[in-house]
Every structure is written in C-alpha cells, then in structure tokens.
C-alpha cells in the first residue's frame, strides 16, 4: 500500500481590491479567418498590450488566456483599493490597443476591440488547482461582478460598478481636484446576469455611446 501525503491548504487571505477583465472583440470572426498560427503572434501582441498596462499602473495579473485577462489592484495594499489605477490602466488599455487595432484594420481587415470591465469589493486570495498546478487566483461575488461588465462592455469601453465610482469620488475629496484618466459617463442600471438586484454603471465610454 502506498501513502500519499496531501498537503494542507493554506487559508485563504481577504483583500478588498479593484478586480479588471479585459478580452478581445472580434476574436472569433479573427480565429475563423486565419490560419491559427497566423492567430499567435496577434493573441500576443494583444496580450502584451494589457500586460504592460496593468503592470505600469500597479496592477496584478491573476490569469491570461486566448483572449483576455483577469487582474487585481490594490491586492499588495493594505491602506489601498486600487480604484484609481485599475481605472488608468484600463484606460491605458483603450489608448495602446485603439493603434494597435487601427493597424490590423488597415494591414488584415481584422476588426477588434478591448472590453474592460471593472468592480472593487472583497475578494479571497488564494491557491486553486490540481497538486503540481496550484496558481494563485482571485475568487468571489466581486470578481464575477467584474467579469459580467467586461462582458456588457462594448468594443474600446470600460465599464466600472457604483463601488469604483464611490471609491475615485472618496479619493478626489480626500486629495482635492485630481485629474481623472479620461471622461466618465453614468449610464442607467445595469441587470447583470446571475444576480439579484440591477447595478449603478460609469463608464469611459466608446465614441458611438456618446453619439446617442
């Protein structure tokens, strides 16, 4: 008989955190085009994109796959919540990839986009996976909320919850007229699915919102 020691699960820690999706629209049209070698070095120049953004502005990447990515920020902050740079480096997102996306459009005829989606809210921090692929991950009610508005989001748009938006305001009373990322505009609430109740909903929003 042989005994297999299984080691114990360490307890998970609580953070309360800005959680950020972003994926990549017009992905599945892209894949159904091209050859999927020729579908690589796009993925990864994409994902590049959101790598150096959510590194600049402090953020923690938990997960990257095919065509998008889930981060945290304030995750390592304690005093902190990571509104004010999800919210930069979402918009970072937006501004890299709108050149990156206007080259594919003119070299391929490839149309894309970025969705960002953001919520802060208290999430666990712990290890998930088999033994010998255990990765460290973000998990709960906010990072669900977060992944539901990247997905309501349209193409070179961030969408961020009531929480984002009363945390950005805290902070500009707090230091004063701080200048913001970009504009934001209230849209109305939001159903989201799987849960209850509607959302209060900002955004930095794509140009066809504000033509409306």
């Known amino acids: 008989m042989t005994v297999t020691r299984v080691p114990r699960s360490r307890a998970a820690k609580t953070r309360r955190v800005t959680v950020l999706f972003a994926d990549l629209r017009g992905y599945t049209a892209m894949a159904e085009r091209l050859p999927p070698a020729s579908v690589i070095p796009l993925l990864d120049e994409f994902l590049a994109v959101l790598g150096r953004a959510t590194l600049l502005h402090g953020g923690q990447i938990f997960h990257m796959a095919g065509d998008g990515m889930m981060a945290g920020f304030g995750v390592g902050d ?3 919540d990571g509104a004010h740079e ?6 970072a997102m937006l501004k890299e990839f709108g050149v990156v996306a206007a080259r594919w459009r003119n070299d391929m005829s490839i149309e894309t986009g970025i969705g960002v989606g953001l919520h802060l809210g208290e999430v666990a921090l712990g290890s998930l996976g088999p033994p010998g692929n255990r990765r460290t991950t973000l998990v709960g009610d906010t990072v669900n909320v977060a992944s539901r508005l990247c997905g309501r989001a349209r193409a ?15 902070e500009r009373a707090q230091k004063g007229s701080e200048s913001m990322p970009a504009a934001i505009l209230q849209l109305p ?9 509607p959302l209060d909903i900002w955004c930095i929003p794509a140009p066809e919102r504000v033509a409306l």
């Not at 999800?86 to 918009?91: D, E, N, Q, T």
């Not at 070179?156 to 805290?170: I, K, M, Q, R, W």
């Open 78 to 80: 304690p005093a902190g």
């Open 86 to 91: 999800a919210l930069a480096a979402g918009h």
């Open 156 to 170: 070179g748009e961030v969408l961020l919850s009531c929480t984002v938006a009363a945390a950005l305001d805290a």
């Open 189 to 197: 609430q939001f159903a989201l699915r799987g849960r209850s109740e």
